[in-house]
């Protein structure tokens, strides 16, 4: 009968692991919290979100407990209109992938062609690669990516970033995430465009429209971050106003709600002016009033900020 001393202690290997202490230690909860506070609605992207990081916190354990695994793949495409919150996920997304240690510095650098691609022979090379040197240790954030390919200029150099993009993004795979990102359907040529750049990001999330009433939300967001508010009568104003904005070219989701809102303040601003010499009390410094929203062009069809005798398309 062998002895106490033949049997063989735990491996480390045996150790069990608790997945809450690296949880904690990167300060993933924080970042999500901060996402659901920053951003109404877009359960789905969240929802991704948070599955990307379990992924992450999931491998860190297999590796203290010597499941060796190749590293996941995190680059990713971002899809969706303007205004839906992609840049701002990318930048919840690095704090995320820095506080499990999968990027050195957890920075974001926003890229768009003019950054990459050169006009001459020659130029391009050396464009992506400072881009790409800026942005290691971190995320490289690369908008409207599809403007990269264009097929109907033959002596378009844009390919030729693709190509290094590529190259970086398979050997520095352990210290820079690439996110591409632009409208659904060009996303989706631009992927069709070269096979190889589509089987190197493995994470495609779209980012829908936001509703009326989750634009709503986003506007009392901005005013309050910024301490102002609607009036009672402006409010109904502002929902007419969202309802209007969103049947008209160009809507760009959250990012025109908060240029109709610089608006809104600029009209409260000179409604005030016109009254100096007359005390005005906090409350009036802080509300926007019915007129300053109807004032707008949208309610007589019209695009703000654009020349009026502009036809829409």
Sequence with gaps: MPSSNDEQAPSAHDTPVDLRIPYEASGIQEVLDQLDRELIGLQPVKARIREIAALLVVNRARLQVGLDTAPPSLHMSFTGRPGTGKTTVAERMSKILHGLGYVRKGHVVTATRDD?????????????????????????????????????????????????????????????VVIFAGYKERMDIFYQSNPGLSSRVANHIDFPDYGADELMAIARLILAADNYRLSEEAQPVFADYIQRRMKLPFFANARSIRNAIDRARMRQANRLFTRMGSPLTKLDLMTIEAEDIAASRVFRGEVEGLDPSRPLI
């Design 116 to 176: 990459l691609v050169g006009q001459y022979i020659g130029h391009t090379a050396p464009k992506t690669r400072e881009m790409l040197k800026r942005a290691m240790g971190g995320v490289l954030f690369i908008d409207e990516a599809y403007y990269l390919y264009r097929p109907e200029n033959e002596r378009d150099y844009g390919s030729e970033a693709i190509e290094i993009l590529l190259q970086v993004m398979e050997s520095s795979r352990e210290d820079l």
